[in-house]
């Protein structure tokens, strides 16, 4: 079936860097884009930015620009998302979420979403 | 950026209740509306797509509707596993935004 699966929970100090990986299945992954949204614990969903397989076009989120790096590896059918510079305020879960659409529109909205990553930025 | 707006943040409903809520935008996004719900511990789940679709999958209690820059969400005859918190998303441009949810607990 389609789905995303991402990787395990990560645990990480301040000023360091993550990497959350995402790995796509049952469809083809270079039709679709890949969308990060993260959420900290008891807040709402943040969307972060986009990144089309096929093109290697991307599009961050202007909060997030300068410190995340939005990648993907189709030759297996991944995606990744590097965030550096993390303090406590970075502390959440991450989504990675199949869409259309890049910086233009897209009707079909976020239709497969991967598990979640935890990533706790800790001292 | 576009901002999105929901209101209720909160409400409380029986089993079988209609409930209704509201998203609006602050500059007319056309269709381009979805509606998520989201379970504690859960990734979001898409329901409805260009502000009136349901989603493959979705019970047909649920429906959507609006343009422009108003937009509600409809559970006909509310049921124990919608107990949730539900998003709107608008993807008319990027960044793409949310509301900030409406939790519908129980009453």
């Known amino acids: 079936q389609v789905q995303l699966v991402q990787s395990g929970a990560d645990v990480k100090k301040p000023g360091a860097s993550v990497k959350v990986s995402c790995k796509a299945s049952?469809?083809?992954?270079?039709?679709?884009?890949i969308n990060w949204v993260r959420q900290a614990t008891g807040q709402g969903l943040e969307w972060m930015g986009w990144?089309?397989?096929?093109?290697?076009?991307?599009g961050y989120a202007q909060k997030f620009q300068g410190r995340v790096t939005m990648t993907t590896n189709t030759s297996i059918g991944s995606a990744y998302l590097d965030l550096s510079g993390l303090t406590s305020e970075d502390t959440a879960v991450y989504y990675c979420a199949r869409g259309r659409g890049g910086g233009s529109y897209d009707y079909f909205g976020m239709d497969v979403w991967g598990q979640g990553t935890t990533v706790i930025v800790s001292s | 950026d576009i901002q999105m707006t929901q209101f209720p943040s909160s409400l409380s409903a029986s089993v079988g209740d209609r409930v209704t809520f509201t998203c609006r935008a602050s500059q007319t996004i056309s269709m381009f509306l979805n509606w998520y719900q989201q379970k504690p511990g859960k990734a979001p789940k898409l329901l409805i797509y260009?502000?009136?679709n349901l989603q493959s999958g979705v019970p047909s209690r649920f429906s959507g509707s609006g343009s422009g820059t108003d937009f509600t969400l409809t559970i006909n005859g509310l049921q124990p596993e919608d107990y949730a918190t539900y998003y709107c998303q608008q993807s008319s441009s990027s960044p793409r935004t949310f509301g900030q949810g409406t939790k519908v607990e129980i009453k």
């Open positions: 049952g469809y083809t992954f270079s039709n679709y884009d």
């Open positions: 260009g502000a009136s």
């Open positions: 990144m089309n397989p096929d093109s290697g076009d991307t």
